[in-house]
């Protein structure tokens, strides 16, 4: 009933920028939340950046002051503007959604990822 569409992932030198886009489209009443988690290999999915309905927004500390999210209501997207890209950045972008059915029921969903290499 959900389907998140992740573009703008790919191969980019250190000190570089990229700007990864999510779509969300299906029963999808309302957002609580839009962002994006990573995955490195062998390490465990973190918090890239949130923008709450309500709330801060929120980022993970090791890409403060390089990251910006932003949301696109009318469009149901949220943006990922990454700058000064480091070589750790490098790995699986994953959009996330937290949205509430017509229901009213808050569930979660994540995006099958896009992969980013940063590396010179």
């Known amino acids: 009933q959900v389907q998140l569409v992740e573009s703008g992932g790919g191969l980019v030198q250190p000190g570089g920028s990229l700007r990864l886009s999510c779509a969300a489209s299906?029963?999808?009443?309302?957002?609580?939340?839009m962002g994006w988690d990573r995955q490195a290999p062998g390490k465990e999915r973190e918090l890239v950046a949130e923008?709450?309905?309500?709330?801060?927004?929120n980022y993970g500390d090791s890409v403060k002051g390089r990251f910006t999210i932003s949301r696109d209501n009318a469009k149901n997207t949220v943006y990922l503007q990454m700058n000064s890209l480091k070589p750790e950045d490098t790995a699986v972008y994953y959009c996330?959604?937290?949205?509430?059915?017509?229901?009213?029921?808050?569930?979660?969903?994540w995006g099958q990822g896009t992969q980013v290499t940063v590396s010179s």
């Open positions: 299906g029963s999808i009443f309302s957002y609580d939340s």
């Open positions: 923008i709450p309905t309500v709330g801060r927004i």
């Open positions: 996330h959604v937290v949205y509430r059915s017509r229901r009213g029921t808050s569930d979660d969903y």
